[in-house]
């Protein structure tokens, strides 16, 4: 009996294994140096939390903000992001088995400055937010990956009341409901969270909500958004103001319960909040503050949806714009812009608090990494 028992943890052992290496990481970045790997990509271990270079792309400038296909086999970006006068989305093809990640084609964003870039569940519609003038674009997926022509594009010209940051639309994230009926664009120029509805049966689905927006506090600066996985409750992270809203979410409305820091109340100015996410699990919210900072601000989730903190972690680097937690809420990894390097985190799942593991990887002007389990 014993025997049977160690055959089988050993069998348990090994698929779990093969299992852990079907995890990849996706690596964008700020590079204007066509001749450098700008895209890259790693099998994340998911024992070990060790990053295992794959392959990258290179000839495309500063492909900032990357999303993954839901059957895992295409990768999108913002690409010509803070090019003047330039925006575009672009498609690759990401083949595990060759190790491949060949470039499929190429789509103007309709706007300046691309920064967040979503994809419908149903993979077959791509949504880019473009900062710099404010708008949203709807692009058709194709079956063989390669995004067709633009659908429909908004353009929002409001602002708020900072003088510098604030004087038009400046759409920072692009981010689908739950139930993916709802877009919903965080507005950090205009101190607003817009909503419109979304029929993918459509040939132009974007419909303006029955409430296109909701208002957040002047100088707030809205830039992400993500919703609990009970799919009850919305976190919104506000940049300028280096703060957390918390809403109630039903049926495409936001209603505010909450307002936190995602910084110690020692620190009164220069908040450059940036990322935003909750633990698959639903118990803990975790929210990255640049600047001064430099860290990730991590909250316990009650079952009312209230966050408290609980402690600050170190991104060990300056300037962490995006992070991403693995499916199985094991790790969490985070990129540090300014000094180029990823830092991988194993989760304690009891206490939700991080630490380092593994080695860091080093990529200039690395801006963002999306996971996928495929």
């Known amino acids: 009996m014993k ?35 700008s895209l ?3 099998q994340l271990d998911t024992l070990k939390g060790k990053l295992t270079k794959v392959t990258s792309a290179r000839d495309l400038i500063n492909p900032s903000f990357l999303t993954v296909s839901p059957n895992g086999k295409y990768v999108y970006a913002c690409t010509d992001s803070k090019t003047p006068k330039a925006g575009s989305v672009s498609s690759f ?6 190790k491949t990640l060949t470039f499929l084609n190429k789509q103007s964003s309709s706007g300046e400055n691309p920064v967040y870039v979503s994809i419908h569940k149903s993979g077959k519609w791509l949504v880019n937010g473009n900062y710099t003038e404010g708008s949203v674009s709807v692009h058709p997926l194709l079956e ?6 633009l659908a429909q594009n908004f353009q929002f010209m409001d602002g708020s009341i900072h003088k510098e940051r604030q004087t038009r639309s400046h759409v920072h994230s692009t981010i689908f409901s739950p139930q993916f009926d709802y877009l919903f664009l965080p507005d950090l120029g205009a101190d607003k969270i817009r909503c419109y509805q979304f029929d993918a049966s459509k040939k132009q689905p974007l419909i303006e909500a029955e409430t296109p927006f909701i208002k957040t506090d002047l100088e707030s600066g809205p830039r992400h958004l993500t919703f609990h996985p009970n799919q009850k409750f919305g976190y919104c992270i506000d940049e300028m103001s280096g703060t957390v809203d918390i809403y109630t979410y039903e049926n495409g409305i936001l209603k505010k319960i909450q307002r936190i820091n995602t ?82 985190f194993k989760r304690n799942q009891q206490t939700g608090l991080l630490k380092k593991t593994g080695k860091e990887v080093k990529m200039e002007n690395v801006s963002c990494v999306q996971i996928k389990r495929i």
């Open 263 to 344: 910084h110690p109340d020692t620190i009164t100015q220069g908040f450059e909040s940036s990322d935003i996410h909750v633990s698959p699990d639903g118990k803990f919210l975790y929210a990255t503050n640049r600047g001064k900072e430099n860290n990730i601000a991590i909250f316990s989730i009650d079952e009312n949806g209230f966050l408290k903190n609980i402690g600050y972690q170190s991104t060990l680097g300056k300037h962490p714009r995006i992070f991403a937690i693995d499916e199985s809420g094991k790790f969490l990894i985070v990129t540090n812009v300014i000094s180029g390097n990823v830092v991988v």
């Open 3 to 37: 025997l049977k028992t160690i055959f089988f943890a050993i069998a348990l052992l090994a698929s779990f294994q093969v299992f852990s290496q079907n995890t990849y990481v996706f690596l964008g970045s700020y590079n204007r140096d066509k001749t450098a790997e």
């Open 93 to 98: 093809e990401f083949n595990p088995e060759k």
């Open 40 to 42: 890259q990509v790693y």
């Open 144 to 149: 063989n990956g390669k995004i067709d022509s």
